[in-house]
């Protein structure tokens, strides 16, 4: 079954890497036009790059943007519909999450926190408002995380806002019926990706290899799957929700998290 996305235009922020860029990829297999951003112009070329040379004839465009800056989202806005017309379905997914605790959470990170968690998807989504009402498939598709529901201790200010972002999609679901556009998340466990890479750069123990590492996490923090997922996983529950196959559904929340999920 195809996801019903042909010919559709797509906006995928962050989509130069991990979940975002596997995203791209779905919707650019299944015939949709694409639009992704991200701050690194060089991340952006080098995934265009990928992309093209997997699907030559693929309808894409990318700008450089950083989603805390209306005026910036508000220039690539312009530049999509220009470029791939109206957009039918915006998968907010631009960001990061921050590894502290109380004790090392100052003001300035509690701050940064928020912002990063409310505006990277209501710059978006105020710039593509327009666009979204008058598609007759108008979606909204927030990338968020367990943490909204299961908070960790040693992620303080992210599961905060995380739980935040959860009732702003909520929220925004039912304003937005009015228009006919649908707005869910999904919710994310572990999933291998830049930021993790990252982390891993970053490993005490410069011995373990990727796979020993990653491995080591899923078993310490007892993911039921024993592994952590890979960006197509989430990539493609996020699809599912952005397009026509999930015309009923809004409102809600999917779980990718490997069984993490601790509540009923
Ligand atoms: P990556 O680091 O691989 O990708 C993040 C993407 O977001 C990049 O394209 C990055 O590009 C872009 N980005 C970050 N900040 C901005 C910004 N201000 N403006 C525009 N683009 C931005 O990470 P993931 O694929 O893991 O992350 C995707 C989403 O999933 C994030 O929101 C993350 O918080 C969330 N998430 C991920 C989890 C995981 O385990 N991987 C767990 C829970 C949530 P650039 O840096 O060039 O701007």
Redesign the pocket.
Known sequence: MSFQVEGKVAVV??????????AVEILVAEGAKVA??????Q??AE?KLYILEKYPHANVFTQ??????QAEVDTFAQAVTQHLGNVDMLI??????RVSNFDNTQDEDWMKEIE?KYF?VLHPIRAFLDNLKVSAIGSVTN?????ALQPEPHMIA?SAA?AALLNLTHSLSHEFMQYGIRVNSI????????????RYENRSDLNQSWEEWIGNIAKKRGIPMQR??K?DE?AHALVFLASPLASYTTGTALDVSGGFNKHI
């Open positions: 922020t962050g989509g130069s890497s991990g979940i975002g860029l596997a992704w951003c991200g701050r690194d112009e991340r952006l995934s450089s943007c950083n989603v805390l800056n907010n997914n631009a960001g990061q999450g990063l990277s990338v968020n995380s367990l943490l992210t995380r919710l994310l466990g572990m999933v291998e990706s830049a930021q993790w890479k990252r952590l997922g960006p989430p």
